[in-house]
């Protein structure tokens, strides 16, 4: 469905992704990082805790909300990759935010 328009092999940097690190071309998107790593959950919805990824790729659907170096609601699909940069599967939904609030 999708193919990378730079060359895998172009200049690379270091990223983790839900703490697996990853050397990935310079240039490309998280999302595109992500994909190219099989690591294409980005987060889970909010009331039904179903699994989502980027839809759109192109910054209009919002199903691609990240985690990026502890920043919540980042989109993955407009933020370019860099070095070291820290990217998670989002996890913020009913039963986090409940649970947060019952922990003192």
Known sequence: MFRLLCDMEADKIKIKINGQKFNVPKGI?????????????????????????????????????????????????????????RIKCQNITQTTIQSEIVSP
């Open 29 to 85: 998107t998280v999302w595109t990082a992500m994909a190219i790593n099989n690591e294409i959950i980005t987060r889970l919805s909010p009331v039904a805790e179903q699994e989502r990824s980027a839809y759109c790729a192109m910054g209009v659907c919002f199903e691609c909300l990240v985690e990026i170096n502890g920043l919540p609601n980042q989109q993955a699909c407009l933020i370019k990759v860099e070095n070291n940069m």
